[in-house]
Structure formats: C-alpha cells, structure tokens
C-alpha cells in the first residue's frame, strides 16, 4: 500500500481529521481541475447572489476568498461547497430591506453585522452540539420555504431579463404588480439576450452538463454587448467593480440594529444547518468518509466570521456546486482553495473585464439556476405520498412568499411543532396475544374486546409518555377494558419496553388511570422496563408499588394463575429503584 493511501485511510478513520484529508498526488492533478471548473460556475453564480441580495457584485466575490479557505481547512466534509446561495441571498434582502434602502452604506454594514451574528450562532451550536435543532425543519418545510423565497427571487430577474426596473426590495404582490404594469416598456434587446441566454442554460445542460454554460453566456453577452453598444440602448450592465483584495472591517451599529439582526441571522443558521449538514451526510456515506455535524458547524462559524469581517454576507452551503464538482471527481476540499486563488486573481487583475457584463444575462444565469429551488417536483411528490405534509410545505410556500421570510420560519417552526404533536398524540397502542404478538389496536375504529389471556390484558404503547400522548393511551386502557367487560378482566400490565422517557402530565394521568382501575378492583402492573427509564418513573411515582415482570409472559403466567419460574415480579418502593 502506498504512502498517500495510508496517510488516506488515517485520515478518514481519525478523530480530527487533516486539512485537505483525501488528497495524495494520484489525485492532484484531477482536483486542481475540479477547482477551475468551480471557479467557473462560482464566479457568475455569486455576482448575482450579491446583487439579489442588495449589495455590490465584489460581496459575492470576497465570499469566494477568506471565508471559502478558512471553511476548507476546518470543515469535516471533503466536497462540500461553502457559498452565499439564492436562498440566503434572498433571506438577506427580505430581512435587511425593512430596515435599510437597498445599496446604501447602512445595509451593506447590516448584511456584514447579520453574517457575524450567524457566525456566532453556528460556533454555539458546535460547541454545545445543538444542530439537532435544525431537525425541526423537516424536508416539506424546507422545501416550502426555500420555493417562497426562490419564487420571490425569480419576478426580480425577470424585471432584469426584461430590461425591466422595479423595486426589488418590495413585497411580493408589489413586484408583480411593478412587473405587469410595466410590460410595455420591455427592452427588446435585454428580452433577446436574456432569451438566448436560458436557451443556452437549459439546453448545454442536458447536452454536455460538464461544459460551464454560466461562464460562457456571461463572456459570449459581455462581449457582444461591448462590441455593438447595446449598454447605449438601454441594456443596463454591471458596471465598475472595485479592484483590490478583500480588507478587514467590521461593523459599527447601534445595539439595537445588532438585536434586531437576530432573528433574520437565527433562520439564516438553521436553515445552512438542515441543509449543510444533510449535504455533509449524504455525501460522506455516498463516497465512504467520516463526517464530524460539530465540526461542520463550526467551520460555517468560521466562514461567516470571516465574511461578516471583510466585506461579504452570510455563507452556507451550495448543493449544486458541490454535485457539481462530485460528478467532476473531486473528492477534496482543494477545488474550494483554487476557487479561492482564483478569485483573488481576478480581484487584483482582471474587475475590469467584469464591468461590461450585461444585467439580463446575469438575470437569466441566476433565474435559471434557482430553477429547481421552487421545488415543483418535490411538491409534487408531497402530493402523492402524503397530503397533511403537502399542506404543510405549502402553507410555509406561502406565509414566506406572501408575508416575507421571518414570519415564513417562524411559521415553519410552529408547523414543525403542530406535525410533531400530531404524530405523538396517535402512537401505536395495542393489545397483545399470549404469544406477544400485536393484536386489535386500541385507536379509533379498532375491533374491542381483545384480552392478552383470561383476566389479564397486556397493553404495549410504543412511544415515550408525555404530554401529547398520556390522556390518549390513559383512555385507550380504559377503552380495551371496558370493551372487555371490567368483570373479566381483573390485572392489567403496561409493556413499557418502547416507553423511553415519561414526564409530569403523564404521571397525572397514570395517577387518574390507577384511581379508575382501583375502583374496578383491577391490579396494575409493568413489564418489558428498560433499565435507564426505570428511575425517572419511581421519581414521577408512575411504577410506585406495582408489580414489574421481565417479561410479558412471566406477567401472563403469574397473573393468569400459569406456573412459571420466571413469573416472580419485581415490586417497586416509592421513591427507590430495585
């Protein structure tokens, strides 16, 4: 075995894995491609994040430089792509636009304070492991958020495909309004070149999907637009881009702009952590690397430190370019620090070859590639598989398009909320056979009368015991015994081998369910007790004296009057573990 391969293999199977883990000198030569081809579809990409977002094209340029280097060197993934994208571009715009006007000093400082405050929140949530938070932004929530804020991106570029001005910082229904009502005055050359431009997009893609398109529509309409003086008939252009690398700064604002910040910096982290770190994921188990949440994080906290600090905007992750460079090979981070020398090159060198670039083509670039953000197909999908959860992301779809993109997360998390509690207020309730097998469910509609053997019935809740669920499975018991006939049934046992925790509402409901069972002259009893639950149930005085079994046939034994050795229950003492 090689040299490189071992220091590979160490490097993957280690707890802190090295900067640039994965690349030997079999595979430089590949990954210094893949990191050309990421400039290409990097550099045009990120002029129009910026200008989406409201700030200077150099913005989305410099988020290219420090913030990519410092993110390659820290993060645990090999291929993911740090990045602004549509979406974050999108979330700044909306969320800054109310409190600054669009290109002014002011919100250029917001948008450098709002990447430092999301810098911070990603550094928490690595230091005290919190990204399961970002689990609550499930895939139809996402999905309807990110659709609201790309639908939203999308009548913006189509102002400037048009040729079109209108106010980009204003709501939705505004927009189009803005847009229809002045469809008369439609350049026809910005039409023609935004025309031609998505036509090469949507069509290089299916024909050679390795080519960058992007780079080329942006060359081939500069070029043609500088050469026949389209800018002097109404095209409008990029224009001029300062040269120079990326300073450190920082920005100077009133506590209270910092605070009102928060809460558009909070869903601008949760949303890069849902999605980095499932990108991080799914890639780490497609090409076999460990991946390390924490670590990732933190490298986002460093990324967007460092772009809130020279000049940028807030960094996440870009699913496209790091699909892209997959099917490109790469299996490193070393196409992100080429993508960074790159960009500095052209940042001293070459702004000059930037100020020519045509706005409807930048409008086609973008509007094409935030495509497949409306998430049509996953909608779709959502459709057939499961209604309740369609509503969901469409809801979402529409707070975020209609009311803006605070109120479309927060809208998010309390439907995040509403399906959770929906789904544990119905967990699988059964009655079991004698031979332990599922029987009858107790939920609604459920045939009655089951009983586990004569006088006993086994009960089995599968989920842990909390507020949302306590009354229903507190009902479900009394229901399987009533439909019994509380004459024939005289003990029943709970299977709590799938209750993983319980909490104070459902002790008071267990204390009403034993006061009714007493008044029947029906005993208690448990089975099935996961050892590490067994104390926090004596604390809520839920197992109290009640006889516990092993098994769910040494409860039938015992209690069915079955002579079994292992029937012998185990009693609990209130307030003490056995």
């Known amino acids: ?14 707890i802190v894995q090295r900067p640039l883990a994965g690349l030997t000198r079999r595979n430089l030569v590949r990954e210094l491609s893949a990191g050309v081809t990421l400039l290409a579809i990097a550099i045009p990409l990120n002029i129009g994040y910026a200008q989406i977002a409201g700030l200077p094209a150099t913005a989305g340029l410099y ?14 993934s090999r291929q993911v792509v740090a990045s602004p994208d549509a979406a974050a571009a999108a979330l700044v715009a909306s969320s800054i636009g109310g409190l600054a ?35 609550f932004l499930s895939k139809p929530i996402l999905v309807g958020f990110v659709g609201g804020l790309a639908l939203d991106i999308l009548v913006s570029q189509a102002a400037k495909m048009l040729g079109i001005s209108i106010n980009s910082g204003g709501e939705f229904v505004e927009k189009v309004v803005d847009l229809f009502g002045q469809l008369g005055s439609t350049n026809l050359w910005a039409l023609a070149i935004s025309a031609l431009s998505v036509a090469v997009l949507l069509v290089g893609k299916r024909i050679l999907a390795v080519v960058p398109w992007a780079l080329i529509v942006m060359v081939v309409a500069t070029v043609v637009v500088m050469t026949t003086g389209l800018a002097d008939r109404g095209v409008a252009v990029l ?15 009133e506590w209270q702009t910092w605070l009102l910040l928060i809460p558009s910096a909070l869903a601008l982290t949760l949303v890069t952590t849902a999605e980095g770190l499932l990108v991080s994921r799914s890639y780490g188990e497609k090409r076999h690397y460990r991946t390390d949440p924490n670590r990732d994080l933190l490298a986002f906290g460093v990324a967007n430190l460092a772009a809130g600090a020279q000049g940028s905007f ?28 790159g960009t500095l ?35 779709f999908a959502l459709w057939k598989r499961d209604r309740f959860e369609f509503a969901i992301g469409a809801l979402c779809f529409l707070v975020t398009l209609l009311v803006g993109s605070i109120p479309g997360i927060l809208t998010a998390f ?58 229903v499975f507190a009902s479900a018991v009394r ?22 925790d319980a909490d104070v509402t459902a002790a008071e409901s267990f204390e009403s369910l034993k006061e009714w069972l007493t008044a029947n002259g029906i005993s208690l009893a448990f089975s099935r007790l996961r050892p590490s639950t067994r104390p926090r149930l004596v604390r809520l005085g839920i197992l109290e004296d009640h006889a516990v079994y092993e098994t769910n046939r040494a409860a039938v034994a015992a209690l069915a009057g079955r002579h079994d050795p292992a029937a012998t229950p185990h009693h609990e003492k209130k307030g003490t573990t056995t």
């Open 63 to 76: 988020a290219l430089v420090v913030p990519t280097i410092v993110y390659a060197l820290v993060v645990s």
């Open 239 to 253: 224009g001029e881009v300062p040269a120079g690398a990326p300073t450190v700064t920082w920005p100077v604002l």
């Open 314 to 341: 807030a960094v996440g992750s870009s699913t496209s370019r790091t699909a892209a460079m997959d099917q490109a090979g790469s299996r490193t981070q070393m196409p992100s620090l080429v993508l960074a020398v």
């Open 345 to 379: 090159l052209l940042l001293l060198f070459g702004t000059s070859l930037l100020e020519g670039i045509p706005s409807p083509a930048i409008g086609a670039i973008v509007g094409v590639a935030i495509l497949p953000l409306l998430g049509i197909k996953e909608f």
């Open 479 to 500: 229901t399987a015994v009533t439909a019994a006939g509380t004459e024939h049934v005289r003990h029943v046992v709970i299977d709590m081998e799938a209750v993983t």
């Open 414 to 471: 309390v439907l995040a909320l509403i399906n959770i509690a929906r789904r544990a207020s119905r967990p699988a309730i059964d009655v079991l056979s004698a031979a332990d097998q599922p029987s009858a469910s107790l939920l609604e509609g459920a045939p009655r009368g089951g009983i586990t053997a004569p006088g006993v019935i086994v009960i089995r809740m599968a989920a842990p015991l909390f507020f949302a669920n306590a009354d």
């Open 101 to 135: 006007a669009a290109g002014s000093d002011a919100y250029a400082t917001m948008a450098l304070a709002q990447a430092i405050i999301c810098g911070a929140m990603f550094i928490l949530l690595a230091v005290f492991k919190l990204g399961f938070l970002a689990n």
């Open 1 to 14: 075995m090689s040299l490189d391969r071992r220091q590979e293999e160490r490097g993957s199977e280690g």
